[in-house]
């Protein structure tokens, strides 16, 4: 069996320790490269009584955008891979999206 990327999901709001350093020991076992990703979702515009309202602010996308930057730090520090090995992907939209979109580049997703 050939794998040459493990993906592992890291949630932005829980510390799952224990699931990223199976998705390390998967990856070191095969020679593989470990992608983390993750996703802070948006809230949807919207209208009520024809005035559009928006629920997401600039604030808001920074402090989501910080949240994610702060978890590539943990992320990194738990795997402990060579640098050229680990990859960190994350973005501020709708997660079912962004979730299928990188799982296309993986040969085993884990979660």
Do not use: H, N
């Not at 948006?42 to 920074?62: K, N, R, S």
């Amino acid at each position: 069996m050939s794998i040459a990327t493990v993906m592992v999901y890291v949630d932005p709001t829980q510390q799952a320790e224990g699931q990223v350093r199976v998705a390390r020991g998967v990856a070191s076992k095969f020679g593989a490269s470990l992608v983390g990703v993750s996703v802070l979702e948006v809230e949807p515009t919207f209208v009520a009584e024809g005035v559009i309202i928006q629920q997401t602010t600039a604030a808001d996308l920074e402090r989501k955008k910080s949240v994610l930057v702060g978890k590539e730090q943990w992320f990194r520090s738990i795997v402990g891979l060579q640098q050229e090995r680990v990859e960190w992907r994350w973005t501020v939209q709708y997660p079912t999206v962004f979730l299928a979109e990188e799982a296309r580049s993986a040969d085993l997703v884990w979660s």
